[in-house]
């Protein structure tokens, strides 16, 4: 099971700090992908981490803004998210797959477990 926490409200240029903690097992070997979905749109990649490897992938979108990043003493990986823009304003949800290859990172489909959903809304 994944547990996403840590949205809330936050003014433009604020930061948040998404948690995905794992129960039941742990991230090795695992990729974890962070996704968000705005609403009317489809669910979209935003970070991805290798938990094996410590290698990361980003959307361009949020690149130099955004860190995912893992605690494997912890079970969790981290979204930082910094200088927020109204646009990242979604749910966003994490992910995990075993068995993904690394040119599919970015593909909803391909993730086989995921967490309910954490609203994040930039506002002022």
């Known amino acids: 099971q994944l547990q996403a926490s840590g949205g809330g409200l936050v003014q433009p240029g604020g930061s948040l700090r998404l948690s995905c903690a794992a129960s039941?097992?742990?991230?090795?070997?695992?990729?974890i992908g962070w996704f968000r979905q705005a609403p009317g749109k489809e669910r979209d990649i935003v970070a991805a981490v290798w938990t094996s490897t410590g290698s990361t992938d980003y959307a361009d979108s949020v690149k130099g803004r955004f860190t995912i990043s893992r605690d494997n003493t912890k079970n969790t990986v981290y979204l930082q998210m910094n200088s927020l823009k109204p646009e990242d304003t979604a749910i966003y949800y994490c992910a995990a797959d075993r068995n993904i290859i690394r040119s599919s990172w970015w593909r909803a489909d391909q993730y086989d477990y995921w967490g309910q959903g954490t609203l994040v809304t930039v506002s002022s």
């Open positions: 039941g097992f742990t991230l090795d070997y695992y990729a």
